[in-house]
């Protein structure tokens, strides 16, 4: 009873030590084949795909990785050639790297005699069985060949399970074995109460391999008899055959020397002749020959290169944390300058002041860079000789006044005019310096151009806690004081020719009929478009860059926290990139391809349109058009989109997708009137008038970007066309579009 005891303990133990293996070892030549080609810039899986399906512990690993990805269809999942055209070249190296290689058992035991089979010897019994039970499977029927390959290579992954765990106790019962003419996997259970093809069973279940490969570990040493009455384990039978006539090869060593059964016998047990066999068995050492050159098992001193293998790797491993900790440290920079962009953007819209923009900007400005006092000076205003000018002083509170631009020279030093430079303010912004209030230490102080177009439009003066900083921070300068100097330009253009037509409105008014302030202002959508086409130019390398580099950092960081916040920004700068790329569509669409278009056609258009947009499988639409209905003269494709968004929007305003939205089309005096009605949620005044401008939103903040008006209003402007909304809360709305007729 004690002994059944202690067999039961010592078979769990070993269990336990298999089951925490997380893959098989390699020798360090076989390490040499294919870390050699693992080079990141130069690696594809494809280079050692001859290596990894003649190594058991390699090709283990692979087809493990490939059942936990789905990589490919089920029934090829067996083949490491082809999931590995299916492997991501990443996974593939990733899973190579963290192969244990057996370089320290060699060390270890260089000085004792372990006997057989050692690891090069089972690595080529294997490789024998696999290209044996291949050719069988050729001649027989039922098996693919190239799943009894795998089979064949992996049928003793319990043996180097064993090796790996306890190498000299499998020595000593294989020593016993050979004593004894008794098979390996009997003279185990006497002594470990388990054996290789139980605990090779074990671990192709904790692996996933496929399940025929599994039952071929497990079932290749049971009687020949007992398989064939089971289908499923004819793949099992097969490998038992092909172990048999390996053995009788001679190529390698299992560990086995119990009696190998006749050629004439393993014939009739797998239904195959037997002179086919004797074929087999005579062409597998040239065979195995020809594989085996793919695991370099001959080559010299392999440890040693496998040595310093290991050595140029970390080499350039160092070499690369230290790249990749540079661009880390960078893109943390970038990202906090996406946010001063962000902020800053966040208060710019056409109905501010320019003056009320540079004192956002120089709040921002100290608060980001740490600065002490900030001035911003606007020195492209509408009046000549009056410089509007920001302060913020060290805690923060900032005050608006005018200066006098000198008479005798230019506000903006000769070296800021046309050209990104950060000067010392000494000597050369007295003019400023001296009409203002606040003491600046000059010692500190630094002066940079707003840049609008190549041109300063104004000047960034600023107090610079850390003059060591200066360089560090100068890239980082460059890009604020761009964006900044790019909207404050546009801001300005706007308020100089508001000023313009003040002045000229101003004379002419008495004398002439007034022209129309539409021809005059500028057009508020045009100031828009070049207001978007500047700050495009100015975010889109930065946010392409940060995405880029986060994108890279995030590949190789293994931190699971920081690769999220990675992947955050990623998608942060992208989001920032699509707010530009809404507003650049909105300002500046294709202009329209106008024809005579059927109203009707473009009226069913939009709703399937909207259909998709909103997710509704079908739209409640009730469409009326009046029978004297012509054709309408515009780009049809654009009035569909347009619409499609007016409908989205009607759709939307009730608390379920299934509330009527009536459509209308009549003759207008001047072409067409359409009428798109709801009775959903309502608008109030206020919304109302807000309604159709771009990034106007009713809904919380982050659920719509609010484009869908204002892209309808805009296109429907651009041909030709007008659009009103009339609404009350509770009530619903209704849109009237009118379109010129053809």
């Known amino acids: ?97 963290r192969i244990k290689v057996a370089a320290g058992f060699e060390i270890d035991f260089a000085d004792q005699q372990l006997g057989s089979p050692d690891r090069k010897d089972l690595i080529l019994h294997s490789l024998a069985v696999a290209c044996c039970v291949r050719r069988i499977a050729e001649a027989a029927s039922g098996i693919d060949p190239q799943l009894a390959w795998s089979a064949g290579l992996l049928h003793d992954i319990g043996k180097f399970a064993l090796q790996d765990v306890m190498p000299k106790s499998l020595a000593a019962i294989a020593r016993e074995a050979e004593a004894t003419n008794a098979a390996l996997y009997a003279a185990e259970h006497r002594h470990l109460g388990t054996n290789h093809t139980l605990l090779g069973k074990q671990l192709a279940q904790r692996w996933r391999l496929p399940e025929p490969i599994m039952l071929a570990i497990w079932l290749h040493h049971r009687d020949a008899s007992a398989l064939e009455s089971v289908g499923e384990a004819r793949i099992a039978l097969l490998v ?124 921002r400005w100290q608060r980001f860079f740490q600065t002490g006092t900030v001035c911003v000076c606007l020195t492209a205003g ?85 003059p060591a900083d200066a360089g560090l921070f100068a890239e980082k300068f460059e890009m604020a004081a761009s964006l900044a100097g790019t909207i404050l330009g546009l801001a300005l253009a706007r308020e100089r020719q508001e000023h313009l037509v003040e002045r000229l409105s101003h004379e002419n008014g008495r004398h002439r009929p007034m022209l129309s302030e539409t021809h005059l202002i500028c057009n508020p959508v045009e100031a828009l478009a070049e207001m978007a086409a500047g700050v495009a130019h100015e975010l889109n390398n930065p946010l392409s860059v940060i995405t880029g580099r986060a994108q890279l950092i995030a590949q190789a960081e293994s931190d699971g926290q920081k690769r999220n916040a990675l992947e955050r920004i990623v998608e942060n700068a992208r989001e920032a990139s699509s707010l530009v790329d809404d507003l650049m569509a909105y300002a500046q669409p294709p202009q329209p391809r106008v024809a005579s278009a059927d109203i009707r056609q473009i009226v069913e258009e939009a709703i399937e349109l909207a259909g998709q947009k909103t997710g509704a499988e079908q739209i409640n639409s009730q469409v009326h058009v009046a029978k004297e209905v012509t054709n309408v003269l515009a780009d049809s494709a654009q009035i569909a989109s347009a619409l499609a968004n007016i409908i989205a929007n009607a759709v939307e305003s009730y608390a379920n997708a299934m509330g009527p939205v009536k459509i209308t089309v009549e003759p ?6 359409l ?66 007729a053809a």
């Open 1 to 97: 009873m004690a002994k059944r005891y202690i067999d039961a303990t010592a078979s769990r133990k070993v269990e336990l030590a298999v089951n925490e293996l997380g893959s098989l070892s390699v020798p360090p030549c076989v390490a040499v084949q294919y870390l050699s080609k693992l080079a990141p810039s130069r690696f594809s899986p494809a280079s050692v795909a001859d290596t990894l399906e003649c190594e058991p512990a390699c090709a283990a690993a692979i087809l493990s990785v490939a059942q936990r990805q789905a990589a490919g269809p089920v029934r090829q999942r067996h083949a490491v050639r082809l999931v590995l055209d299916r492997l991501d070249a990443n996974d593939v190296r990733d899973t190579l790297l």
């Open 668 to 673: 207008a005096e001047t072409g067409l009137r």
């Open 675 to 740: 009428q798109i009605s709801d009775l959903g949620c309502g608008m109030d005044e206020p919304t109302r008038k807000k309604a159709a401008g771009p990034f106007f939103s009713a809904k919380p903040a982050g659920r719509k970007r609010g484009m869908g008006l204002a892209f309808a209003s805009r296109l429907i402007q651009l041909n030709g066309g007008t659009i009103e909304l009339e609404s009350q809360p509770g009530h619903g709305t209704t849109v009237t579009v009118t379109l010129p």
């Open 240 to 363: 038992k055959a092909a172990d048999s006539i390996a053995r009788r090869a001679g190529i390698g060593q299992s560990g086995s020397f119990d009696i190998v059964d006749p050629l004439g016998g393993i014939a009739e047990s797998i239904g195959v002749p037997a002179k086919t066999l004797q074929q087999i068995h005579d062409d597998l050492p040239q065979e195995v020959k020809r594989r085996a050159e793919a695991l370099g098992l001959e080559i010299p001193r392999a440890t040693a290169r496998y040595c310093d293998l290991i050595q140029t790797a970390t080499a350039d491993l160092a070499q690369q944390h230290t790249k990749l900790s540079a661009e880390s440290r960078s893109l943390q920079a970038d990202s906090g300058y996406l946010s001063f962009a962000q902020e800053f953007l966040h208060d710019v819209s056409a109905s501010v002041a320019a003056i009320d923009l540079a004192e956002e900007f120089a709040k």
């Open 382 to 466: 509408p009046r000549e000789s009056a410089v509007d000018t920001v302060v913020v002083e060290a805690l923060g509170h900032s005050y608006k006044t005018v200066l006098e631009a000198p008479a005798d020279e230019s506000p903006i030093p000769k070296p800021l005019a046309s050209r990104f430079v950060m000067l010392d303010a000494q000597d050369r912004i007295e003019w400023l310096l001296d009409q203002l209030e606040v003491d600046f230490n000059r010692g500190q102080t630094k002066v940079l151009p707003l840049l609008s177009d190549g041109q300063a439009v104004g000047l960034v003066v600023f107090e610079l806690n850390y």
